[in-house]
């Protein structure tokens, strides 16, 4: 049986019990420096949905961020080009693609403001872009976590870390009000 003096030493007074240690703190704040940087990134984004939805474009817009700094804007431009290949996506990686000299991107993150579909889950995976982050899901042709795993699937020989749902609310809406207003 343990004396009183143990089960004293034992115990963690509660002030330093609800204190996060050190190292908890800064992985912390690194978490939060990313979340930021994250939803700045998806701003940007959400202008470049805004460009398509002044062409009358279905309003998803992308960038791919190298480094700290944008090496590739696109927005959907399928109807203006006559292009079924011409996703915000695509059009992103194209550019950076050129910008960096390569069509590998492997130090790259793409920011999107819905989920891609097939196509660009694939395009993501064969320019070996590192990281995606995107903002809302698309139930019906969303083929990262919604109607299909694309770049979860087993046999690919690429691996992308994804974060969904950053400013998933104001990317919804954009494309919500365009299509209300179609109807």
Same mark, same amino acid.
């Given at each position: 049986m343990l004396s009183r003096k143990t089960v004293a030493r034992q115990r963690r007074p509660k002030d330093l019990a609800s204190k996060p240690a050190p190292d908890e703190l800064r992985i912390n704040d690194l978490r939060m420096d990313e979340l930021r940087l994250?939803?700045?990134?998806? &701003?940007?984004?959400?202008?470049?949905?805004?460009? %398509? !939805?002044?062409?009358?474009? /279905?309003? #998803? *817009?992308?960038?791919?961020?190298?480094?700290?700094?944008?090496?590739?804007?696109?927005?959907?431009?399928?109807?203006?080009?006559? &292009?079924?290949?011409?996703?915000?996506?695509?059009? %992103? !990686?194209?550019?950076?693609? /050129?910008? #960096? *000299?390569?069509?590998?991107?492997?130090?790259?993150?793409?920011?999107?403001?819905?989920e891609p579909c097939v196509m660009c889950a694939g395009a993501l995976v064969h320019a070996r872009i590192r990281r995606l982050v995107y903002g809302a899901d698309d139930p019906k042709a969303g083929a990262v976590a919604s109607l299909m795993?694309?770049?979860?699937?087993?046999?690919?020989?690429?691996?992308?870390?994804?974060?969904?749902?950053?400013?998933?609310?104001?990317?919804?809406?954009?494309?919500?009000?365009?299509f209300r207003n179609r109807r």
């Open positions: 994250d939803e700045l990134w998806m &701003d940007e984004a959400l202008r470049c949905a805004q460009r %398509a !939805l002044e062409l009358g474009e /279905v309003p #998803v *817009g992308a960038v791919v961020v190298c480094a700290g700094r944008i090496v590739g804007r696109g927005w959907n431009c399928n109807i203006a080009a006559s &292009d079924p290949t011409a996703h915000a996506e695509i059009v %992103a !990686l194209r550019e950076a693609g /050129v910008t #960096v *000299g390569n069509h590998r991107l492997g130090d790259c993150e793409l920011f999107v403001t819905i795993q694309v770049l979860k699937h087993p046999h690919l020989n690429h691996r992308v870390e994804v974060r969904g749902g950053v400013l998933a609310g104001r990317s919804a809406e954009v494309l919500q009000e365009f």
